[in-house]
């Protein structure tokens, strides 16, 4: 029986880095460099992290002394400058302003819902100081003119319908019944 022997080390060589490096695991050796680039970015993190807060101080302490600054001065009271305007002007203006703060899109789903086929729109004139509306329209006969304001009053949109005017347009061959109504709406 041969007994296989292991393999003696013998090192006299004294100790230094450079034998230890040449005798350490490639992988502790990777572990090692991994462990110093963590410790470095740690440094860095803290060391930013170190500015940004001094930075906010001195803000906070900026925004502070501005702060005081403001308080300690006598408080100014804003002037504001009068200018006449004429009142043509203004009635202008305010009747731009009534214009458009018209309720047209409720207006107009009233009068849409309530207009049938046989019923021919012309024109619709909103006027806002007196909240009415003028309908123009042309109908077939006289039976479409009085069941169209019928229809119309039923509108929860209108507090009153009136027909002002009516007549039929001899010019046109089918003689068509032009009439006009005012329909007063209900402001919510």
Known sequence: MIRKSRAMRIDFAPRSLRRTLFHTHPALLALGFLGVLLC????????????????????MQHVQERAAAM???????????TVAIPEAQAAFVNGAIGQLNL?????????????????ALVALEPDARKQVLKITAEAKSSDDMVDYVAQLKQQEAF??????????????????????????????
């Open 40 to 59: 470095a970015g740690a440094v860095t993190t803290a060391t930013r992290l170190a500015d940004d807060r001094r930075d906010r101080a001195q803000q």
């Open 71 to 81: 308080s300690a001065r006598p408080a100014q009271v804003a002037t504001v400058a």
């Open 159 to 188: 507090s009153a319908v009136a027909l002002t005017r009516h007549d039929v347009q001899e010019a046109d061959p089918s003689r068509p019944l032009r009439f006009q109504l005012e329909a007063t709406w209900v402001t919510r």
């Open 103 to 119: 309720p047209w899109r409720a207006l107009q789903d009233a009068v849409a819902s309530a207009t049938p086929s046989s019923i």
